[in-house]
């Protein structure tokens, strides 16, 4: 199983985000934007274009918005506003897969 930590960011705004952990890069990596997608009521999301190695996708569903961040140093689930009510229904949506595991960070 796959894990995930809630953390704050590292912004200074103390906005809480998701941490995948694991080679978010590997084949063997789930699926995330295919298990958000059907585990989250109303999903729907679009890339950005590709910045160097970082990638982006603008996502959103029925309780808010986030932004899925793919970069050379992890995986992250970045919400746009109500941060708290968003991460704590993408993690639940992860946990309810059960492919996914929240650890304490």
């Known amino acids: 199983m796959e894990e ?3 953390r704050p960011a ?7 985000l ?3 952990h694991g080679d ?5 990596f789930p699926k995330v934007l295919s298990l958000l997608q059907q585990w989250l009521p109303e999903f729907r999301a679009h890339a950005e274009p590709p910045v160097c190695d970082d ?3 603008k996502c959103s ?3 808010g918005e986030f932004d899925l961040s793919d970069d050379w140093g992890g995986l992250f689930v970045i919400p746009k506003e ?3 009510d968003v991460v704590s229904t993408v993690a639940a949506a992860l946990e309810n897969s059960g492919v996914f595991r929240r650890v304490p960070k």
Do not use: A, M, T
């Open 4 to 6: 995930f930590v809630i």
């Open 10 to 16: 590292l912004d200074g705004s103390g906005r809480p």
């Open 18 to 20: 998701i941490e995948f």
């Open 24 to 28: 978010h890069r590997s084949e063997k």
């Open 55 to 57: 990638f982006i996708w």
């Open 61 to 63: 569903f029925s309780g």
């Open 82 to 84: 109500q941060s708290e």
